[in-house]
């Protein structure tokens, strides 16, 4: 069976790797955050881009650098 005949896993990660944040997180969500805001799409409904979203943005680093963008 390969990945894409295989059936969805009940074990969300909780970051693009694994379980810990890495620097894909931190590239993807940046790139992604900008991408979403200015296409205006609307990410509301899904669950586990919203968490990992969430996730990222609640990382020091990440506040330190949301806010100096500001």
């Known amino acids: 069976m390969n990945a894409a005949s295989s059936p969805p896993s009940s074990h969300v990660r909780p ?8 620097l894909v997180d931190l ?3 940046a790139m992604l955050g900008w ?3 200015a296409a205006k ?3 509301a409904d899904l669950k586990n881009l919203t968490g990992w ?8 680093a990440v506040k330190a650098a949301t806010a100096a963008e500001v």
């Open 27 to 29: 590239d993807l969500v």
């Open 41 to 43: 799409i609307d990410v």
């Open 53 to 60: 979203l969430g996730r990222v943005a609640e990382r020091p």
């Open 15 to 22: 970051y693009i790797v694994g379980e810990r944040c890495t």
């Open 35 to 37: 991408g979403l805001m």
